[in-house]
Structures are given as C-alpha cells and as structure tokens.
C-alpha cells in the first residue's frame, strides 16, 4: 500500500528538499508529484528555487538507472540509501545541469552529508564526487545489448522497453521513452460556459501569464509561465487543469445537450466537468467512482466551474449493471483505471513501481467496467473507453477482448477532433504517443451499441 502522507521539511536548501522528497518516494512509496507540489505550496516556495526544486526532483528520479550506471565504479561497499540518493541527485546535476558550478556541487552534497550523517560519511561522498569529477563518468557505449542500453540510457526497467520495442518497433521506443524524460507542459482547458478562449488568454495575460493555443485541442491553452492553480481564472473556473490529451476522451464521446451520461471512473472528474461543459450545462451526469472519498473532488470541480448537471454516487463500476436501470444512459465513458505508462513525465515514479503482473490484473478490471457499461446504454448509444496507456495488452488487446464478447457493440468512427489526430486513428481506435504532440501518452476507443 501506498503511504500518501508525506512531509518535508523546508530548511530553505533546495538540495536538502528535494532529497526528503526523493526519499520518501523511495521508502514510503509517496506520490512525486503530490508530495512536490504540497512541498512548494505549503511553504510557498519561490519561483526560482520551486523551478530548481522540480528539477532536481524530478531529473534525479527520471534519471535513476542511468545515474546508478555512473556511480557503480566509484562506489565499494554497501551504502545507506539516502547517501546514494544524495549522490544520484549530485551526479545528475554534473551531467544534466551545465549551469550549476561542479565544486558548488560537491560542497552543497557534503554539507548535506554532515548535516545528516557524520563526517566519515562527508568524506566519502566528497571522495566518491571528486573521483567522478577527475575520471569522468562511463561511456554508455560499453553497453553491447541494444535494449540493456536502452533501458539504462532512458532509464526504464528492461521489462518495459522489451514490451514496447515488441509492440512499436526500436525507434519509436526510444523517441518514446526519451519523451518521458522531457518536463511536461502545462496545459489548462478553458470553461466554454464562462469564457471564450480569446477571453481566458486575456485574463491570463492580466495576471501576467502567457498563453498560447494548443495546436491539438481547441479548448486547451499552454501555459509559458506561472502556475495555473494559483490564478483568479483558475480559482473563478475560468480554466481547468488538465493535460490536452486528456482531452480527447469527451470530444470524442461528444455528449449532447440533453442527454443522460454515465461517467464510470470519474474521479477527480476533469472529464466528468469537461462534458458538461460540452453539453453546455444541459442534460445529466450521472459520475460515479469506486472511492466514495473522490467524489467530493468532483464536486469541487463542478461548484468552482458553475455546473449544475452532475450528481454523483460511490459505484464499484465491476457491479454497476446490478445496480442501475438498463438502457438508461445515451452515452458512457469508461476512464478506466490503467498501468499509467502514458504519464511517466508527469509521474516518473511509475516507471520503477509497475509489474509486468499488473498488466492482467488490469485489463480484466478493464473488462468488467466495459461489461458493465453494455446493458446500462440504450441502443444507438455511444460508448468511450480511454486510458492514459501506450500498452496494447490494456488498450488493443481489451478492445479486441471486449469485443469478441459483445456482439451487439461495433467500433465507429471517430469524428469531432481536429484532422492532425483523426488522421492517427485506426478503425475506431486513436492512440496518441507523448513524443507526437508533447502531450500524454492516451488511448481513446469508440464503440456503438447497434442492437
Ligand atoms: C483514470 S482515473 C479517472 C480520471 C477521471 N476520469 C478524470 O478525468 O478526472 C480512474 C478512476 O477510476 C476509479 N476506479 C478504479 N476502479 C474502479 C471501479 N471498479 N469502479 C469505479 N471506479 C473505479 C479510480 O478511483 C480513479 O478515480
């Protein structure tokens, strides 16, 4: 299980933070992401330092495998494991980051290591640093294996280059896998009930924010600057955050003013707001999720962004058949829980906590959420099922599965999204790559019930 209360102390050392934070996610399985965020917010870290921090932060834990490569010559003996992340996270700033001066380096890392440690420890780190700094670091072209030099070079177990060199071929692996160690964007959707998009750049622009047009959704804008949760337009539900990929899954279901809507996975319900920001605020959203606690976050949403049709409910969506009207709802999206290998930008503790025993486990619950949703839609009704995933196993393969079970439900055509994605899509199915757009790894599939 996964500890999600974490705390960090903020001593005012950028290093020192972001060691506590990469601790935690390695002895208590904290969220990176979240325990990042609350850090900066609840210290209110400023802009200079919070910029250095998620860098640090998020290099060192995207870079893991390929710092250890670095650092194992240098290393004899066993050693404690914050002092390794505290040498990862030193090495990844000598490699990494050309502007931070090397003998700051070494010293910030020393200091820590007396602060924490003893002097012995000091000592050594500053050994082991100094050493690196005289010899060099090791070329990674020793590595014969094409896929051993993958996994290290972008710093994914081997377990998970196998299966995507497997599915998409060497090259596409690699422009992938070296994507998911780019800083993600920020993107936020605008509100079409409260604003235009031409307006909502405008207030952003008040508040000194620069935002431009995404070249993917119509709705999105990215953020150069600033930080979208802090904003008057995000706080007055002027704007949503949400990746653009994220994004596809409502366009494509393209819900109707009017119309019944069961959304089965919802939770925080940033796909629950954008469809009835779709159906202009007309209609009913029935948004269910399995964690009764979530649903207050929907709520949320909904309150800040002026919308008025969304009730929710606590539903195991593997029963949720049982417990509704059959027939009920002219369209169902299915978000359906999944391995997450779209979003290792945004969250690279990911790529270390995930089996390759999962992957079953999940396509069966994706499976049982899709069967559910069958008898719940009315003939000619629509169905979605999306996952932030670039693996076939959950995103073809359940398709496939679903499909030789489910005679009454065909794959249509997807429409509604600008041509530079339908021109991606095949036979109903629309697999975006987070090396093709910049944006999350997503997968969105289109069913109709035709009996
Ligand atoms: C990908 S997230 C959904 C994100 C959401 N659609 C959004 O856009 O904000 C998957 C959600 O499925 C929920 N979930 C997991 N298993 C479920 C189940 N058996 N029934 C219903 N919801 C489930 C999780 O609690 C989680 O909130």
């Known amino acids: 299980m996964r500890k999600k209360k974490e705390n960090v102390i903020w001593n005012g050392n950028v290093r020192d933070a972001a060691l506590s934070i990469l601790l935690a996610v390695d002895n208590h399985q904290a969220y990176s992401n979240l325990l990042l965020n609350q850090t900066i917010n609840k210290y209110e870290i400023k802009t200079k330092d919070r910029a250095l921090l998620t860098e640090l932060t998020y290099g060192t834990l995207q870079y893991k495998y390929t710092l250890d490569y670095f650092l194992d010559p240098f290393i004899r003996g066993k050693i404690d494991t914050w002092v390794r992340w505290l040498l990862r996270l030193s090495v990844y700033q000598m490699v990494y980051l050309s502007k931070i001066p090397e003998h700051a380096i070494v010293n910030e890392a020393v200091e820590i290591a007396k602060r924490r440690g003893h002097k012995g420890i000091a000592s050594m780190v500053n050994g082991i640093l100094r050493s690196i700094l005289r010899m060099g670091i090791p070329s990674l072209e020793k590595i014969k294996d094409s896929i051993e030099r993958i996994s290290i070079e972008t710093s994914h177990p081997r377990w998970i280059v196998e299966i995507l060199v497997d599915s998409y071929g060497l090259e596409t692996t690699v422009e992938m896998l070296k994507a998911n160690n780019l800083p993600p964007r920020q993107t936020v959707r605008v509100n079409t009930l409260k604003a235009t998009v031409k307006e909502a750049i405008e207030l952003l622009s008040e508040e000194g924010i620069e935002a431009e047009k995404s070249k993917i959704i119509p709705q999105c804008l990215v953020l150069l600057n600033g930080q979208a949760s802090r904003t008057k337009a995000f706080q007055n539900g002027i704007i949503t955050i949400q990746d653009e990929s994220s994004m596809m899954p409502a366009i494509v279901l393209n819900p109707k003013p009017g119309e019944r809507v069961l959304d089965m996975c919802a939770a925080p319900g940033g796909k629950t707001t954008h469809m009835a920001e779709i159906m202009n605020n007309k209609g009913q959203i029935l948004a269910t999720d399995i964690h009764p606690h ?73 499976l049982e959420l899709l069967n559910n949703a069958v008898p719940l839609l009315k003939r000619g009704g629509r169905l979605v099922y999306s996952t932030c995933t670039v693996s076939k196993k959950e995103n073809e393969e359940t398709v496939e599965a679903f499909l030789a079970s489910h005679p009454e439900m065909k794959l249509a055509k997807i429409e509604h999204l600008p041509e530079i994605l339908l021109e991606k899509q095949q036979d109903g199915m629309l697999q975006v790559f987070p090396q093709d757009f910049g944006s999350d790894g997503f997968f969105v599939a289109l069913f109709e019930k035709v009996k």
């Open 294 to 366: 979530k649903l207050a976050l929907i709520e949320e949403n909904c309150e800040r962004l002026g919308i008025n049709i969304v009730q929710t409910a606590p539903i195991d969506g593997r029963k949720a058949a049982a417990t509704m009207q059959p027939e009920s709802f002219e369209a169902i999206l299915v978000d359906a829980p999944c391995s997450g290998l779209g979003v290792i930008r945004r969250k690279p503790d990911i790529k270390y906590t995930k089996r390759k025993e999962d992957f079953d486990r999940l396509q069966e619950i994706q």
